[in-house]
Every structure is written in C-alpha cells, then in structure tokens.
C-alpha cells in the first residue's frame, strides 16, 4: 500500500471522489443500464474532444490503440514524427505491425518542425503520420497548430495524434484543426487510474479504415463504430472505470474547461517559477514547454535519485527521475489532474525543504 | 444506479470487499511498489493456473487476447472448434487478422467431439486449434480432457483454450494435460469487474512466437515475456484490477480450490434440480452441462422476456434471457463467483415466486 502522493505524470493522484464513482456496481454490457451509461458520456466528451465525431471507449492502454489506428489506417506508409521516448517507439510499432514506417527524427526535447513535415510529406511517400503532442518524457508540446495547418495541405495523408499528457490541459479543437484521430489515456489529466483509452475518429479516416484490410477486431475502428450506434463497445468494457469516467466528466464541465485549462497552465508556471528560482533549466525551450508537466535537466547535478527518494520517504511526495535514456539527467513534477494553488504549494515547498539537504554547502 | 443483483452470466456480482479492494491507491508501473504487486500476484496465479510457465494479465477484455494469440502463434492455417456465440466469432477475428481458418461446427449446444478434431488434424493442415472450453452462450462445457488426449498426439499443433467461464470452476491442470495457452477473464469465476485478461504461454507456443512475424506489440507474447521477468507488463496496466485480483486469489486459497470447485458444482446441481422439478430441459446434454451456469430451453413456451424482466424488478435478481440467435429460445442462470447455498437458494425461490405468474393455470 502506497503512502505518498503522486506528482509523476501519470498516473497521478486519484480522488476519493473518482475511487467512490468506480465502486459503483457493475452490470450486464448488452444492458439498457450499460447504454444508458455509455450514452450519459458522450456528449461531454464529444465537447471535450472539440468534436461532433463519435468518441469511443477501448478497453486498452493508449498503445493499444496506437497500434491498432495503424493497422486501421496505413495502406502504404506511416511517418513517425519522433522527439522522445514514446513518439519513437511509435516507429517500432508500426514496424511490428508489419508495416512501412520512416521516421521525422529531432533530439529528444526538440519540437517537430512544421516545415520539416512538409517537406517530408512532399515526397507522396506518406499515408498516415503519427505524432505525440506532449512528449511525456521530456515535457515538450508540440507546435500542434501548425503542425496541423501542413498537414491540411496533404489530403491523402491521415493523422494520427496523441495527446496522451496534453488532453484537457490545453485547448485542441479537433475539427477546428482538421484532425483525424485523437487518442488519450484515463490516468494523466483526467485523473483516473489506467486502463481506458479514449479515441475520437473523423469521417474520411473510417472512410481509409472501409479500404484496409487486416484491422484486426479489437481495435476495429468500425466495429467501435457500429457498436456505438447501439450504446455499446465491441468487446466487454472496463465498467468501473467508465463509472469513473461519467464523473470526471461532470466535475469537468462543473469546473468549465475554460478554467480548467487556465487552472493547469498557471500551476504549470508555479513550477517553472520554482525551477527558475533554483537555478534549474527547461529540457525543452521554453515556447515548447509542456502545461502539463515540467521536465528539468539536473544542471545543478545534485544526487536526483536521492532527491527523489528523500522526498518520497520524507515527504511522501512521488516526483519523477527521468525516463529512458535520459533518466538521472533530467526529473519531471506533473501538475495534472485535480490539482490546485494549495496542492503545488505545498509540493514546491516540500522540495524546497528536500533540495537543500542536496545543493552544495 | 443498478438495484438489483447479477445472476448473468457475467459480469457476475462483485463483492464489497473487492470493491474495496479496487480502490487502494494507484502506484506508477514502473516503480518497485508495482512490481511488489504484480509479483505477489504471480505464485498463487501460477498454483491457480496449475503450471509453471508465468501467468501475464492483460489489460483488455478476453477477445483481446484471443486475437492476439492467433497472431501470435499461427503460421499455417487455425481450425477453430466451433459450438456456440463466442466461439463462432473466433473464427471470424482468426480471418479479420488476415488469418487462414477453417471451421470444426457442431450444432449450438453440442460439444466437440474428440474422434472429429482428430479426423480434421490428421490432414496436417493446421498449426493452431481454438477451443472454448466452457461455451457460454450456451451453457456446454467441451470434454476438454479427452480434446487434450488428441491433441498430444499433433506435436506440431499449438492449442489455444478460452476458459473464460470455466477458470477456477473446475480443475484445468494445464501443465498436466499439455495445454499450450490458457487465457480467462476478470469478471466471470473470478467475480471481479471486467477490464482484465489473464493467460498463460507453454514453452513451445513461445517457440513458435519467436518465428512468427506481425505479432505487433500489444499483444505480443514476447513483450509480456520480457516485462514480466521485470515484474512488470509491457504497457500501462489496469491497477485497480490488480489490486482486486491480489484480495481475490488470497480468498481463492484461503477457502481452498478443492472446495471452490465443490462448491461451484454443488450450487450448479442446486440450478438443475430447480430445472428439473419444474420440467425446464438442459439445452446440452447432462453431461456436458456447465458447472458455471445453466442454459434452459424454454420448453414450457413461457413470456421469458416478462419471467426475466419480473424478476429483476420485483426480485431484483437479474438473469439472462438467452444470448444471439437462441434469445428468447433459453434463459441462463450464473453460478459462478462468491455465490452460497443461501444465496443460490434466494436466487432459486425468488424465480419459484415469479414464474407462478408465468405458468399456465
């Protein structure tokens, strides 16, 4: 049993509120009960993706469906946009699949840059490009808007976005934007445990999914589809968490996604401040910086897999030491989720207390 | 807000304490607290599961799975035994996944008879079988020890047996009988809520894994493999459900399996003596009737959408009237999960109450 607050992004801290709204009693999933609760969702998160598309509920991580909108979408070939760990397993993927993949590859911490994408997408190589919004291990954000403003001049080409650690942090208007498909996860900002990705999909990507042969069933675009006419998801769902879901929901449009949005962008800047005070500097130039985490280079070089333990078991505060291969050079603090002015404060100035024990005399 | 209580098939009803269970606090999946977790789970699933090969838990529902086990280990062609709804389907998903597949039919309700599989392998025409052991659309649980017999007997066949609603209802010794993949679901015996898949892989079924191309990532059985020696899954795993699984296996054992599996099949013998005093027929034969749930024609032409609707309404004990092209054609009765003499026979004598109102006078 854990006894320590989760500030690493994702999962992170889990309400009482969202435990109670889980507990709610299961039921048959070919019920009235069941398309009564599918369908209580879904115009919230139709609002929430920016989206008159449907949103559908799979019963995965988000890789799942990562690899699943390849098989439902690539006839020809993907291009992986890569700027850390889990855009560039993105490749590998693809590859696994059986599919033809190139990567658009930059420095981890680096944003993809639009003019390299069209540039790229100008070969007619392309069918589908992958992109993650927010990398999460190094707490980049791409330029989305831009990056979408090229891709709107490639109509062959379907992308494929996810925004795992950006979802409901930031504004994304999907249809807006022209974007195809967007996927997320249940435990960053929208603060429940694992185990649901949520996926919208646009009218002309089920048009390339009718075309593809070897969708597979699990992660069959049209079989979500079709069972989303009935209320339905194709395989048995995750109930729990969708009764998790039908609440975090509520809470967010009692917040207003306006303010919700603002709320994670000024605790985001609490932290920035935090590091600047100490000295500490952005993996990511600061125009990429992502709202929804903050990933730190250990400039300072302090012992960071100490900082992280004694804040742990001192303050019992769970922060992040750095993910792959640039684990101990970089630590990353999350402000997803339900947290509040009070709740980064007493974060910031836990580690305040904890980071002295470990600068130089 | 459901009322009422589950008497379904599955999900079947989950109990308080596993609720509770479900809510103790997410941890990261990378960090050492999960891998307390995941491997505090492993020596009572493997005991369970009555093998040495790991057991790996899968977030997803069953069909996840089973797809991915047919891209996992199908080079050839896959002869699915088919004999009710969900095996049916499998053969289906074998094809959608770009896979050879031919039928081994029986009529909804028979089993698979030993002597036929083994006339359909001697063409050396396949290198995997699908069996659904215990087919819960119609309540017929397959001689899966004599279809093991066979079996033995095609080394180069790999066997894949969905024991959805038959694990830990009665003993699958599946080192003992040479099963190559076992794979089952939370919400069914287990009595858990749905959103986790567990299976275990033989040896050799990883042999042939390693040799087979386009087995992806999210079900690749070498990713669950690989992680697992870390403790660990390949992607972000359904924590509450694991949580639940670790409270539910101690129960399993501290109850003991010889008495859970008596106890399964004495409340199953309480279903069909009801049956029988009222003159409902089995839809399989006697012995080959499930020990998890009972399928009943309606032989007696009763209004089954009032007799199940009354019930759930005036009883608050829900059943099921009959699954795909046999609805409303039979009624079904779960046994399964943390159900008593007591509360098997409040199931029993609430159904006497209200199908009075249902019998001809």
Same mark, same amino acid.
């Given at each position: 049993?854990? #006894?320590?607050?989760?500030?690493? @992004? ?19 999933? *070919? ?10 969702c879904q115009p919230n998160l139709q609002k929430l993706f920016q989206t008159k598309d449907p949103v559908f509920l ?30 560039? !397993?993105?490749?590998?993927? %693809? !590859? *696994?699949? =059986? ?15 639009? #003019?390299?994408? !069209? ?10 490009? $992958?992109l993650?919004h927010n ?6 954000m791409n330029?989305l808007k831009?990056i979408m403003d090229?891709l709107r001049?490639? @109509?062959?080409?379907?992308s494929i976005i996810d925004t795992v650690s950006s979802f409901s942090v930031v504004p994304i208007p999907k249809d807006d934007w022209g974007i195809d498909v967007i996927l997320t =996860?249940?435990?960053k900002a929208l603060?429940?445990? @694992?185990?649901?990705?949520l996926f919208t999909v646009s009218a002309r990507a ?8 070897? *969708? ?8 979500? *589809? ?6 339905? $998801? ?6 729990? +968490?969708?009764?998790?879901l039908?609440?975090t929901l509520?809470?967010i449009f009692?917040e207003g996604v306006e303010n919700r949005h603002q709320?994670h962008s000024? +605790? ?23 709202k929804s985490?903050?990933? +730190? ?11 992280? !333990? $004694? +804040? ?8 992040? =030491? ?37 600068? @130089? %005399?």
């Open positions: 049993m854990i #006894d320590y607050k989760l500030h690493i @992004p994702g999962p992170v801290n889990v309400s009482e509120e969202t435990y109670h709204a889980m507990c709610t009693p299961v039921m048959g999933h *070919r019920s009235t009960d069941f398309v009564d609760l599918y369908q209580s799979s019963t995965s991580s988000a890789w799942g469906v990562m690899e699943g909108a390849l098989r439902n979408l690539c006839r020809k070939k993907v291009l992986c946009c890569m700027c850390g760990a889990f855009s560039d !397993k993105w490749i590998d993927v %693809a !590859k *696994r699949a =059986g599919l033809q993949a190139d990567p658009l590859q930059v420095e981890w911490g680096q944003h993809i840059d639009p #003019d390299d994408l !069209k540039t790229q997408l100008a070969s007619g190589d392309y069918d589908v490009v $992958t993650v990398e999460t291990s190094c707490g980049m330029p831009e090229v001049e490639f @109509p062959d080409v379907i =996860g249940s435990q603060a429940m445990p @694992p185990g649901l990705a089920f048009q390339r999914a009718e075309q593809t042969e070897g *969708r597979g069933y699990y992660f069959d675009f049209l079989e979500f *589809r079709s069972n989303h006419a009935k209320g339905m $998801t194709p395989s048995t769902p995750v109930i729990p +968490l969708i009764h998790a039908n609440y509520n809470k009692s709320r000024r +605790l985001n800047q609490l932290v920035h401040k935090w590091a600047e005070g100490h000295g500490f500097e952005l993996l990511p130039q600061q125009q990429f910086a992502s985490l903050t990933c +730190l280079k250990n400039n300072l070089h302090i012992d960071l897999a100490g900082f992280v !333990k $004694t +804040l742990r078991e001192s303050k019992k505060i769970a922060i992040d =030491g750095g993910y792959g291969k640039i684990k101990g050079k970089t630590f990353r603090v999350s402000n997803m989720g339900d947290e509040t002015d009070k709740s980064i404060g007493h974060l910031l100035s836990s580690m305040d207390e904890v980071l002295e024990q470990f600068l @130089p %005399a």
